[in-house]
């Protein structure tokens, strides 16, 4: 059974970097599709990227695009988040998720357990 650990959350000034990992256990390989989820409590989730882990193809909702990088390391079977130009709008709980389609409608059957991230004014 695959499952996730995200890490790498805390708490920034606005303008600052932080980097998330997201850990693939139970599996020898990584799911096809891996991403990132965020949620801001009373709010509803919100796509944030993903890639297909074999072509490489990335996506990016509008809001990040340019300033994180979502990337993947085949040997150390993780998913990355570079989180670069961090806003106070930025602040979540970030998921990590996988599946091993990549669906138009980006729906995820595995998700992990999250990491906060913080950005202050």
């Known amino acids: 059974q695959v499952q996730l650990v995200e890490s790498g959350g805390g708490s920034v000034q606005a303008g600052g970097s932080l980097r998330l990992s997201c850990v693939v256990s139970?599996?020898?390989?990584?799911?096809?599709?891996m991403g990132w989820f965020r949620q801001v409590p009373g709010k509803e989730r919100e796509r944030v990227a993903r890639?297909?882990?074999?072509?490489?193809?990335?996506a990016y909702v509008d809001s990040v695009r340019g300033r994180f990088t979502i990337s993947h390391h085949n040997a150390e079977n993780t998913l990355y988040l570079q989180m670069n130009s961090l806003k106070p709008e930025d602040t979540a709980m970030y998921y990590c998720?996988?599946?091993?389609?990549?669906?138009?409608?980006?729906?995820?059957?595995?998700w992990g357990q999250g990491t906060q991230v913080t950005v202050s004014s």
């Open positions: 998720v996988a599946d091993w389609i990549c669906a138009r409608d980006w729906d995820f059957k595995i």
């Open positions: 139970g599996s020898t390989y990584s799911p096809i599709c």
């Open positions: 890639m297909h882990t074999r072509s490489g193809t990335l």
